[in-house]
């Protein structure tokens, strides 16, 4: 059986933006086939492992000391309280004692100030007897480098210089991975051009027809809820559909600002949203989603307030 669906049905189906189309196109081709849930901890294939080295050569300018075999997807990086974001790096390399994380951002309007500098705080909390690495990986983007102490460092690399690499790694493959490589270049070259016009003809028709919510249906959605959730006591998850792990963040943060908004003695006040992870949670997961990306937004009810 073809680890590699076509691409084009996949993506359509998915109804993904443009940063996790290329992230999900690109994770294919280096695990060797089915996108895997968040946070897994993957063996790239041959060929995958082959990218990643040469990466790692672009970036550090050098190979790697052992190949790179353990590989993660929408790497978890716990919050230290209740109050502090998660952070959810697009890809992560693991070693006994080395972690190089990469963010991919294909939309300068995305990119947050924060962000990077709240991935290093966590991950050497997180992993304090490790170097730690994070690259950058974006479109045209001029913006300050987050600031690294001791044994930490930081890149900042260009979409364009890593074509070459996907194309002589992938150059003998089979067609369907070929496929990916060709959606990867496309994706890549889009960059720049209005996403929802360049993805209804690049994919299929029916992308014309997806009906993408706006912060105020999703801040409807959440409300109830939370709402029902206060009233029943019984534990939800949010069949939201969610491209990210830092998505998932950003709901949970709006889930917050309604229930802190609420007026005092209201029942929401007992209602926590928080994030079930396959990789650190318990349990299994309550929706579809969270079946296959491996994590969900949830709401449970408390007996006392909840501090947010």
Not at 29 to 38: N, R, S
Not at 232 to 258: I, M, P, V
Not at 264 to 293: A, E, N, R
């Amino acid at each position: 059986m073809d680890p590699y669906e076509d691409i084009r049905q996949l993506l359509t189906r998915r109804k993904l933006w443009r940063e996790e189309s290329l992230q999900f196109v690109l994770t294919c081709l280096i695990v060797g086939g089915v996108y895997p849930q968040w946070g897994t901890r993957s063996r790239p294939s041959t060929r995958g492992i082959e990218f990643l080295r040469r990466l790692h050569v672009r970036v550090f300018g050098h190979d790697p000391d052992s190949p790179c075999e353990v590989f993660v997807d929408e790497f978890e990086l716990s919050r230290r309280h209740e109050a502090e974001r998660s952070g959810w790096p697009d890809w992560a390399m693991l070693w006994p004692d080395r972690l190089w994380m990469v963010e991919l951002k294909t939309e300068a309007a995305s990119h947050r100030p924060d962000q990077l500098p709240h991935y290093i705080s966590l991950a050497a909390h997180h992993y304090p007897h490790s170097a730690i690495d994070l690259t950058y990986l974006t479109g045209p983007l001029n913006k300050p480098a987050p600031v690294v102490r001791a044994g930490q460092r930081y890149h900042h690399i260009g979409w364009t210089e890593i074509l070459p690499l996907l194309e002589e790694v992938w150059a003998d493959d089979e067609p369907a991975a070929k496929a990916y490589v060709s959606a990867a270049q496309e994706l890549i070259a889009s960059l720049g051009t209005p996403w929802t016009e360049w993805r209804a003809e690049w994919i299929t028709e029916e992308a014309i027809a997806i009906d993408v919510k706006g912060p105020a249906e999703w801040r409807q959605d959440l409300w109830g809820m939370i709402v029902a959730t206060a009233d029943d006591g019984k534990q939800r998850a949010y069949e939201a559909l969610t491209e990210s792990g830092e998505g998932l963040e950003d709901l949970r943060d709006q889930a917050r600002e309604l229930i802190m908004a609420a007026p005092q003695g209201s029942g929401t006040k007992h209602v926590l949203p928080w994030i079930w992870s396959s990789q650190t949670s318990g349990g299994q997961p309550l929706t579809s989603l969270g079946q296959q990306l491996g994590a969900e937004l949830r709401f449970s009810r408390y007996v006392m307030p909840r501090s947010l």
